[in-house]
Nanobody
Framework: QVQLVESGGGLVQAGGSLRLSCKVS????????MGWFRQAPGKERSFVAS????????YDSDSVKARFTISRDNAENTVYLQMNSLKPEDTAVYYC????????????????WGQGTQVTVSS
């Protein structure tokens, strides 16, 4: 069984920053990729960023890449999402997920999910 616990969400003004964390525990794969997704009210859960065991990164878009940074600490089984220059449209529940193997932007390819952490950006 694999557990993922996100933290670091909250309320922030536009232009502000937040750092999300996701701790993985339990039985894990020998090498795994991790991803961040988000779900805004009334919308489907969408890809934000993913990082491989070795540190390869992919992002949803140039806009996200310019403002967000995904990183990980393999010794701590933790992945981070540093979010800068936040906008009201970044408001969503943010989820982390884990999958065996390479990075992926496809929700269906992830095996385990956290419970989510709320990020609210006020204008």
């Amino acid at each position: 069984q694999v557990q993922l616990v996100e933290s670091g969400g909250g309320l922030v003004q536009a232009g502000g920053s937040l750092r999300l964390s996701c701790k993985v525990s339990g039985r894990t794969f020998s090498s795994y990729a991790m991803g961040w997704f988000r779900q805004a009210p009334g919308k489907e859960r969408s890809f934000v960023a993913s990082i491989s065991w070795s540190g390869m990164r992919i992002y949803d878009s140039d806009s996200v890449k310019a403002r967000f940074t995904i990183s990980r600490d393999n010794a701590e089984n933790t992945v981070y999402l540093q979010m800068n220059s936040l906008k009201p449209e970044d408001t969503a529940v943010y989820y982390c997920a884990v999958r065996q193997g390479a990075v992926s932007r496809f929700r269906r390819e992830y095996d385990y999910w956290g419970q989510g952490t709320q990020v609210t950006v006020s204008s």
